[in-house]
């Protein structure tokens, strides 16, 4: 039940934790930064890495509150949309971006990195802003199905240019401080983007969003240079992916990553409405969702070493584990300290599981096939958590007891541990260099 009676002492107490949490994130990225190390790079590489935080910062003010926005109460700021819709429209706009990336990384190839960056950069700035202006939800659905078009173009140009600037010895390195530099603006983001939806409401947050997307724009025109090699040429063909469906072992791994997309998506929708529903402000959705920044950021180097001693299928299982229960833990969450709790221990499974992921899929394709190993393990991902979207929304409209739907989502995580185990199975039987990641 909503608890109406607990807001005005969780606004004192929330804010007070939410500075608290605010001063700390600093000191955090500095020793975090410090064990990765930035010396010897292209000057580029350091560009590129400031410009990923500044083009982070900026969605991550606006977009987090998006389903928050849609759903709200009229009264408080919000449009009142049904559950349902909200899921439907983060479901289209997901596929939409999943589906592109199966071409995106050929028309890099083709055109250049920087120009399809930058072709990407420049109608998102005016689709964002058009966010703050759009009242229906068609307008809603066809703004959020046209920007993840067009941000699908930006992410493969932006790792094709980190590979063609790094020897392949720091690459790893390299894309790790790009994961920490985006983290950065998950911590900030959310907890700007709350304060100030607090004050002047969700529309104005896009316009926000929409300025730092010009900025980042207008920095990759003037501080960088087109890095595709002259003699790199492309061509788009969905054929090409066909043959690595015979490969049972990684075609098992996609489903069950699809399957933990499915729960773990939730992070970025339900929860940010589920917060309201609980009663509690639109900042302290911020604040959990900078802690899972800041823990990405803080964590993911030592977590990593610890991962890849216990090898990636160990991983995925003790991965999965902290997902479920950390999910689950929502259904009797109550207090600001308790929803603090299950997203500490959801987001150690995220560490755990996304450099495992990467590497158990590197390790199983051919060194002539990464490319489309890759984006095919991104577009089960894509379509678990587009499905995952879709599913909670409607699932939450239709309870009478909404907190059960974390229940709903708990179960289908601890579910899929057995699916992981039985990958963990399957990999011991396969061929050993498949796993040197040397082929």
């Known amino acids: 039940m909503v608890l109406e009676q607990s807001q005005k002492r969780n606004s004192v107490m929330n804010k007070h934790v939410g500075n608290r949490f605010a001063s700390g994130v600093g000191q955090w990225f500095l020793r975090a930064s410090s064990k990765a190390g930035f010396r010897g790079l292209p000057l580029q590489i350091y560009f590129l890495l400031a410009l990923g935080f500044v083009f982070s910062l900026g969605r991550n003010i606006a977009f987090p509150y998006l389903a928050m926005f849609l759903n709200g109460k009229v009264e408080n700021g919000g449009l009142g949309f049904d559950s349902s819709l909200i899921g439907s429209m983060l479901m289209i706009g997901g596929l939409s971006y999943t589906f592109t990336l199966l071409a995106a990384g050929s028309l890099c190839d083709r055109f250049g990195r920087k120009t399809m960056m930058v072709a990407s950069l420049i109608p998102q700035c005016f689709m964002v802003a058009a966010f703050a202006f759009a009242r229906s939800y068609p307008e809603f659905l066809l703004l959020y199905a046209l920007t993840g078009i067009v941000g699908a173009f930006y992410d493969p140009a932006y790792n094709a240019m980190i590979a063609d600037l790094v020897q392949p010895e720091r690459r790893e390195e390299v894309y790790g401080l790009g994961y920490m530099a985006g983290n950065m603006g998950t911590m900030v983001g959310p907890l700007v983007g709350g304060v ?244």
Do not use: H
Not at 311 to 337: C, D, H, N, T
């Open 196 to 439: 100030l939806a607090s004050v002047n409401g969700y529309s104005v947050l896009f316009l926000y969003a929409a300025i730092f997307a010009a900025a980042t724009t207008a920095g990759l025109v003037l501080l960088t240079r087109e890095s595709k090699p002259k003699d790199i040429i492309s061509t788009i063909s969905f054929s090409q992916f066909a043959g690595i469906l015979r490969d049972r072992l990684f075609v098992f791994f996609c489903f069950m990553g699809a399957l933990t997309n499915l729960v773990y998506t939730q992070l970025y929708g339900l929860l940010s409405v589920y917060i309201q529903y609980v009663g509690f402000e639109p900042y302290i959705f911020g604040i959990l969702f900078s802690l899972n920044g800041a823990m990405v950021v803080t964590l993911q180097i030592p977590i990593r070493m610890g991962a890849t001693r216990i090898g990636p299928a160990k991983a995925f299982i003790v991965a999965q584990l902290l997902y479920a229960a950390g999910f689950s833990y929502f259904m009797v969450a109550r207090s600001l300290e308790q929803f603090i709790a299950g997203a500490v221990v959801l987001t150690l499974g995220e560490i755990i599981f996304v450099p495992a992921s990467s590497a158990f899929v590197a390790n199983l394709a051919p060194a002539d096939k990464r490319g489309r190993y890759m984006a095919m393990f991104g577009l089960f991902l894509g379509i678990g958590g587009s499905a995952g979207a879709q599913l909670a929304f409607s699932i939450f409209g239709a309870l009478a007891n909404k907190e059960l739907t974390w229940g709903i989502f708990g179960l289908i995580g601890f579910t899929t541990l057995i699916g992981y185990a039985l990958l963990f199975k399957m990999a011991k039987n396969v061929k050993k260099e498949r796993f040197t990641g040397n082929q």
